[in-house]
């Protein structure tokens, strides 16, 4: 049976999707995008402090299912600048330890809300 995540220490859904379902072992979370789930803001001092906020968000998703980081088998990257790559990588490392998901980073024409980063997860229990 499918399980529906939810939590208030990330943004909540304003469409029809959730934050993330867990089925089977595995968490499928939603992409996420740089608003603080306090003040409801979109971050956009940076793309540095756009990147941190998005794993704030999906590391608040994971610890409401009970996991962590070291559980992600697969990651989604959706940038709208490639030049940005770098800053995103090395904020994204930041949030890892031992071995990486796999994962793909695309460049889109936009995103949600005018954000620059984006990013979606699975994570499997060990």
Same mark, same amino acid.
């Given at each position: ?12 859904? *304003? ?19 740089? !608003? ?6 979109? *971050? ?21 299912? #009970? ?20 800053? *995103? ?8 330890? #031992? ?8 460049? !889109?024409?936009?995103?949600?809300? #005018? ?12």
């Amino acid at each position: 049976m499918k399980k529906i995540i939810k939590t208030q220490n990330a943004p909540l859904p *304003v469409g029809p999707y959730n934050q993330a379902v867990y089925i089977n072992g595995t968490l499928f979370v939603s992409g996420q995008i740089p !608003v603080n789930p306090i003040s409801g803001q979109i *971050v956009k001092e940076s793309i540095e402090s756009e990147a941190r906020q998005v794993l704030e968000n999906i590391k608040a998703i994971l610890s409401e299912a #009970g996991m962590d980081f070291s559980n992600i088998v697969k990651t989604s990257i959706f940038i709208t600048d490639m030049g940005n790559f770098a800053i *995103v990588n090395k904020v994204y490392a930041e949030y890892f330890t #031992g071995e990486f998901p796999a994962r793909e980073t695309i460049q !889109v024409g936009a995103l949600p809300l #005018g954000v620059n980063v984006e990013i979606s997860a699975i994570a499997v229990t060990q």
